[in-house]
């Protein structure tokens, strides 16, 4: 039965069915990332680690993370996104099951850090995957798909996860997240046939006339990169920072809390798909001054922090934040796939995955470091500022983009 023109089914029409299996995929892997969310409180209270020793174990998660994306963009441009993707989902299935049995400091740490190597392996190639896919007609809404897929694992998971530990502890954690791994990697090789060819034809037009280029070496990809890993590193600090600014200067309890955190998701949900499917409809609309106005919805809702004398406006902030990271994210994911077209497509999108992983490296930590050094309300301050200089970094590169389709045209 085919639906109206106009329905709520236009938001997903023409979206390729490798589309639908890579957001299912996504889906049972993140619906099994049960670890991390607990991985604090797993080290505190079943290892005995100390705060100063749990701090090392997380920078080496995150070091994993960083090496990790730069290695499956180096493997996707050179063996394709197929093998890299079942690779990475096999390992980290089996890195996980085997993590639960880790016990000195030295273990953990050296465990965590290779298996979120193994698993962030994964990024690089499934943006590749979802390029070769798509078209430039649907590759914003499918991007969106994908991403709608990996925040819905996210909303169970930890849930799921809670109900495990609870019933038969930490080691459940492990045994689940590692077998939904495996069980993602199943699902991929048996309905996702292994491409003849991993170049979509937009692409192959652009390596006719392209000399394959290293993001390294682009300049004003470059600034692109710097702009968003200082978008991430202010953004997340809503899940850091900001928690503890709503408990310790409003009092708020943490059900108040987690409800104020799990609208970001709930609005995402809901709301994301239809607004990229609206955007992709305006055929004047810039990527670019999009990602501007999504920079100011952010500077917005710290305004609104420095600002807020009531709980309401701590909700309107993170309503101004999700609308910010609605805009952001899909689109900024679109415009490093268009930047790699015939050009090392696994290192542009390694590069664009790093900026995300270096963000979580060092956002949570400093952002603590500066609410302890200068209090909150300077932290805030400081933040904006930062967004300022991302808002800036966008803007130089959409000049420099300018200047180098001129000098094409002449």
């Known amino acids: 039965m085919t639906q109206p023109k106009g329905s709520f089914w236009d938001i997903y029409r023409g979206i390729p ?130 991403r709608l897929a990996i925040n819905l694992g996210f909303a169970f998971g930890p849930a799921t996860g809670g109900m495990l530990i609870a019933s038969f502890g930490y080691a459940s954690l492990f045994w689940v997240d590692g077998l939904s791994c495996i069980l993602a990697m199943l699902f991929f090789i048996l309905t996702l046939k292994k491409p003849m060819n991993a170049l979509s034809k937009e692409e192959k037009k652009e390596e006719d006339s392209s000399v394959l280029k290293s993001p390294y070496k682009d300049k004003s990809y470059l600034l692109f990169v710097l702009s968003l890993t200082l978008f991430g590193l202010v953004f997340i600090q809503y899940f850091s920072t900001v928690p503890l600014f709503y408990k310790e200067v409003h009092g708020l309890s943490e059900a108040t809390i987690g409800l104020i955190i799990s609208s970001n998701g709930l609005i995402i949900f809901l709301l994301e798909m239809p607004l990229m499917h609206w955007i992709e409809k305006q055929k004047k609309a810039s990527k670019m001054n999009v990602m501007m106005i999504a920079v100011g919805c952010v500077i917005i809702s710290y305004i609104l922090l420095m600002a807020s004398f009531d709980v309401s406006l701590l909700v309107v ?76 970094l966008l803007q130089l590169y959409k000049q420099s983009v300018k200047k180098e389709k001129e000098l094409e045209l002449n």
């Open 17 to 146: 069915k490798e589309i639908w299996i890579l957001s299912i995929v996504s889906l049972i892997n993140r619906i099994g990332a049960m670890v991390i969310p607990f991985l604090s409180i797993y080290l505190s209270d079943s290892k005995g680690f100390t705060l100063h020793e749990i701090g090392w174990i997380m920078t080496a998660f995150g070091v994993g993370s960083v090496v990790g994306s730069w290695l499956g963009g180096k493997l996707t441009d050179r063996i394709g996104f197929y093998p890299v993707i079942v690779f990475s989902l096999l390992t980290s299935g089996i890195g996980l099951i085997i993590l639960k049995d880790l016990d000195s400091f030295m273990q953990i740490a050296l465990g965590f850090f290779l298996v979120i190597l193994l698993s962030d392996i994964l990024r690089p190639p499934v943006f590749v995957a979802v390029n070769n896919y798509c078209n430039e007609e649907n590759r914003t809404r499918s991007i969106t798909l994908v």
């Open 317 to 392: 902030g993170m309503i101004f934040l999700t609308i910010g990271e609605m805009l952001m994210f899909p689109l900024s994911n679109t415009e490093a796939m268009q930047r790699s077209l015939g050009k090392n497509q696994g290192d542009y999108m390694a590069l664009y995955a790093i900026s995300f992983s270096i963000a979580h490296l060092i956002g949570h930590n400093l952002g603590m470091q500066s609410v302890d050094f200068m209090g909150f309300n300077l932290t805030w301050v400081a933040m904006s500022i930062g967004l300022i200089v991302s808002l800036f």
